[in-house]
């Protein structure tokens, strides 16, 4: 059991050094989030104006764009299992004593890692963008931050199990995240929309993570007024953590299945 850890841990510090070391990625990482911010939020501040008594529309989204920089991060890493492949280092992999499923949660747990990692960075921007936090807040944001980001890292496994190069990767990624991140409720609530999309959203696990995140910044009221409702239930944090960490067990699960069929 200590060396199936020991290597896990192998797997997963290596997809922290080279995030560490690819500048690039670190840039490009927070770039469209903050994008979408920027635009969005100027864009639509003013028309859309306050969601609820005291919230604006600034402070409805960034809990949104926390999970979309989350999403986007450990959905991403999983482009190193492809590059691992294309340039022979996976062989190197599969021949040591871990097995496929130690390979798997390895490289989940680095991008669970890495998108927790800019998920603390979004945080520490909330105050400079006028979004009020408080120490409580942070430690349950962390939590489910980890729990999301952990969950969604299974999504990118799952891809890259099946893609043979790193341009097919991210093509398909990128047909895969944007359709997730607007039916998400990161940038409206997903209650008041036509019912085929109502639906369409509330099977995507992210918009589970968001409103787990929205609810911790917006509190109760909130949540009441924004929160996902399911069968006429309203979702409180609890419930919504167990959803994504249900679809996040599901994906590593298949993720493990093919990818031990592929190698």
């Known amino acids: 059991m200590a060396d199936v850890l020991r290597g896990i841990w192998v797997v997963a510090y290596r997809e922290l050094l080279r995030f560490v070391q690819e500048r690039s990625r670190l840039f490009s990482s927070f770039a469209m989030p903050l994008i979408f911010l920027v635009i969005f939020g100027a864009g639509f501040g003013k028309l859309i104006g306050s969601m609820v008594p005291g919230v604006d529309y600034i402070q409805f989204m960034y809990p949104g764009i926390i999970a979309m920089t989350v999403l986007m991060s450990s959905v991403m890493s999983a482009i190193s299992i492809v590059w691992d492949r294309e340039f022979g280092f996976l062989k190197e992999i599969l021949v040591s004593p871990l097995g496929r499923s130690g390979i798997i949660l390895g490289k989940a747990v680095g991008g669970a890692a890495v998108a927790v990692l800019q998920g603390i960075v979004m945080l520490i921007l909330a105050p400079i963008l006028g979004v009020s936090l408080s120490f409580t807040m942070v ?13 969604l890292s299974g999504l990118g496994l799952l891809v890259a199990s099946r893609m ?17 991140i607007f039916l998400a409720g990161v940038f409206y609530p997903v209650n008041n929309v036509p019912a085929w999309m109502e639906f369409i959203s509330k099977v995507n696990p992210l918009t589970y993570g968001v409103d787990a995140i929205r609810q911790l910044f917006l509190g109760s009221e909130g949540a009441v007024t924004l929160g996902v409702t399911v ?4 979702m409180t944090i609890l419930e919504d953590v167990l959803v994504v960490a249900a679809f996040g067990i599901v994906l590593l699960l298949l993720a493990i299945l093919s990818f031990s069929k592929q190698e």
């Open 139 to 151: 430690i349950g944001l962390v939590l489910v931050i980890i729990i999301v980001s952990m969950s």
């Open 164 to 180: 043979k190069s790193q341009q097919g990767f991210q093509v398909v990624i990128q047909l895969i995240i944007m359709p997730l």
């Open 231 to 234: 069968f006429g239930h309203t």
